[in-house]
């Protein structure tokens, strides 16, 4: 044993990487600064060297967090470190940017290496002519596939998913597919199931590779698959695609298109980040910051969040229209314009977190047609909990600091009518929007903070005139 | 073929699938009634008849989606098809709400059928009694490892990782493990990749199973293995772990102990649901939602909520606190009070936006040490060109229907302030945290809505008095 050890190069030492990388796996700062040194000093062979034992994974990230006026030189100074896996692992915005730089060729070059779908990915976003010069450089092979990928809609599974995949008759036996496997030119390397297939091309059924190993060579694939599978639609959107993948567990998967033939193939690995995006996306379209990619041109988040901003600003005059009706009752009594913004402010919060739990169980396909009533009762029920626990909080605090029980128990009041509304609002809003197809988490946030913001100055300026507290 | 194809049963035709799923592959709603029925009628026969067609994931959504009080009936109703499976795929509180209602032994049979990672699921949230009495009636093989995992921390790799795996000496050759897989009793049967050991039972490389099956058998493990490979220490939180497996595009990984022996195995489909609930818990601890599960009992929700209700209530005293200085001023113009919601709102708002890109960029790893200076920089800029939009738009609407273009002036420049101190705090308060070792996602919320709720107030009466516009 003590040969092949000798043989068997360690993976880098510890303290090596740990130069490199921090405790949570992120480029350090002081080893980005000597890359970009070397490269501002001409030193190309000496970035190379830093550069080269980092994972394509890790280039990426690179390239992301240098700034954007030292991509190009960094990218003239490691080009042959810049690989079609770098490209595939790298943010969009910075990936689009070297692309720019590069001649149809070379664009080419990169695309011929990678999988369909990250092929895809990298040529869906350019300019006509430029994707036009591309395809014309590519081999016909891989030109055909990607023609064929660009057909389908964006985001859809004929995007993501790639033409390379093992598919054999379900009269063969497990020693047949070996010696295929075996044999096979031009056949896929990375996958992680083998599909069965009628005559007609129809997935009949998915072997694990784990099972092809672990059986005798005579058995048949018709005895060993598993029959009942998740085929893909090849025009289902990648968000269904993600959440079939989770709930299923799934590694990978069949895609069909509309007669039900086997087209083509979807790993996890080309899930995983679409999980991550669209589980992560709800907390920046609630917040209406679009994308919200720190990468993304400032003029692009510019026009994003603009657009809500000015969206709240009409929201605002709502409330301002409202508080305007009440100026008599606030120049007798100013008390009402130091409280009044307490109302509004934690019915929003309040608002906000029914909003944030009825936004999530909804994308995960939790909050559903069944038990929608339930869980508009159950925050209608924990708003009223919330609600009295401020309220007396709030109107004890009022009465006492202005000496003032009545102001107390207006406030209390108003309090407890706000909160319960953003509760019934928190829910009810995004529950509508979907039914009505759209996004609950794009457009939930204006409409519930009108309602919280409305109510709460409706609600305790109009109890305080109605009591005669003033006005 | 015609043989082999009246052999295999069609996977269920499609009206009849479409009668228990919906075109988004939820439960309908009329088949969840028609299951309920049947159990209310005491027809356990014909419940499980409705529901044995499901896949286990979507036996545990029926279970989510009913009412707490109907629970304990469907599962008495259908005990046989409430299998080790379905639990796993469960909701966590509902699950223990199953759980509680079991005897000891019928929990260690359920457990002892399950993933080691998927037992400690159940297991671990247990009273202690209940939990010993469980440990006590398992196997003692499934009792060791399940009490082994329970000796790591929770939301850790070694509560996440497997026992079962495959690792083989490098001198073996190609030939070698596939007999060695055929004949092995008791040995892992789902599996994506073999680990190639050293002699002290490190990991010194992996080979995924299509390699294996592509190559002929006379080809050694040390020549086909990939040596670099992505080791997950055993104490490593899960959500490091998840980001490794996204970053690395990784399908499984050796989880190591401190001595870097091989210890277990980490699967891509028990990292998926981490990856989502990762990603999506950002939305709902910036709410203030604490965990915001629909399924978690109220008394819980409430305790989380009303929290941070309670903590924006100190921070709208503060805010109020800053109107109170200025009441003379709006007593002698009432239009300020009127106004100054608008200003704190939409500072809030843009706050929103900034800290929801900052807190998703710190997820991701986006945003580090090393560009932190840049993504400030270019949240201001951003916050500039918003807040002068904004600016413009509410100063001359304000001017204009006021009259009063003195007023309308100073709304525009307080809105302008307020703006840009929400872009450096929005990004600013979440970066401090995190270099705190907090998470920025908890407690970001409440110190940005006090900066732009008080800054709103503050710039805006304050110009107006310093101004002479009123007070």
Redesign the interface.
């Known amino acids: ?1 003590s040969d ?2 000798l ?3 360690a ?1 880098p030492a510890p303290d090596e990487a740990e130069d490199r990388l921090d405790e ?4 350090r ?1 002081d080893f ?1 600064r000597r890359v970009l040194e070397r490269v501002q000093a001409g030193d190309a062979d000496g970035a190379r060297e830093l550069v080269d034992p980092l ?1 394509p ?1 890790d280039i990426a ?1 690179l390239f ?4 954007r006026d030292e991509r190009q030189a960094l990218a003239a100074a490691i080009a042959d470190l810049l690989d079609a896996e770098v490209f595939s692992e790298m ?1 969009d915005w910075v990936r689009e940017e070297l692309i720019d730089a590069l001649e149809p060729h070379e664009i080419a070059d990169i695309a011929g290496q990678l999988e369909t779908d990250d092929a895809v990915a990298i040529i869906e976003d350019m300019e006509e002519d430029d994707q036009r010069a591309v395809l014309r450089a590519l081999d016909p092979d891989d030109r055909a596939a990607i023609e064929e990928a660009l057909t389908f809609p964006e985001e859809s599974a004929g995007r993501l998913m790639q033409r390379d995949l093992i598919a054999v ?3 063969w036996n497990v020693g047949q ?2 010696d295929y ?2 044999s ?1 030119e031009g ?6 199931e083998v599909f069965v297939v ?2 007609q091309h129809h997935p ?2 998915t072997v ?9 060579r005579h058995i048949a694939m ?1 005895d060993l698959m598993q ?3 998740t ?1 893909i639609p090849v025009d289902m959107d990648q968000e ?1 695609v993600a ?9 990978s998967a069949a895609v069909v298109d509309q007669a039900g033939r086997l087209v083509g193939m979807i790993t ?2 080309d899930v ?2 679409i ?3 669209e ?2 996306e ?3 379209l ?4 679009g994308e ?4 993304e041109p ?1 003029r692009d ?2 026009r994003a ?2 657009r ?3 969206a ?2 009409g ?3 709502v ?2 229209f409202i ?2 009706l009440f ?1 008599a009752a ?2 007798e009594m ?1 008390a009402l ?6 109302v ?3 019915g929003g ?2 608002g ?10 909804l ?9 929608t009533w ?2 508009i009762g ?1 925050e209608i ?2 708003a009223l ?2 609600g009295a ?2 309220a007396v ?2 109107g004890f605090g009022a009465g006492l600091v202005f000496s003032n029980p009545a102001l107390g128990a207006v406030i209390a009041a108003a309090m407890l009518i706000n ?1 319960a509304i953003a509760g019934l609002a928190g829910v009810a809003v995004p529950v509508l929007l979907e039914r009505l197809k759209q996004d609950p988490a794009v457009a939930s946030s204006v409409f519930v ?1 009108m309602i919280t ?1 409305s109510m709460g ?1 409706l609600a305790f300026l109009g109890l305080a005139v109605a009591s005669g507290l003033a006005g």
Do not use: C
């Open positions: 044993m092949s050890e043989e068997t190069p993976t949570d796996d992120r480029l700062p980005v994972h994974a990230d992301e967090i240098v700034d943010n008759p379900e009269h597919v070996i496997l075996r096979g056949l896929a390397t990375d996958f992680w009628d005559p009949v059924g694990q590779l784990s099972w092809i190993l672990r059986t005798a018709a029959r009942e599978q085929l269904e959440l079939r993948f989770q709930k299923y567990a799934l590694i996890v690995d995983v980040h999980i991550q995006e589980a992560g709800d907390v920046l609630l917040s209406g910051a919200g990619d720190i990468n400032i988040s510019y969040r603009v809500w901003l000015i709240n600003l929201t605002a005059l409330a301002s508080i305007a100026g606030i120049e100013v314009a130091v409280l009044m913004p307490i509004a402010s934690i919060n309040a906000t977190q029914t909003m944030a739990v009825a936004v999530r169980a994308a995960m396909n939790q909050l559903t047609r069944s038990n339930r869980t159950r029920r924990l909990l919330n626990t401020i909080l709030i909160i903070t913001d100055f």
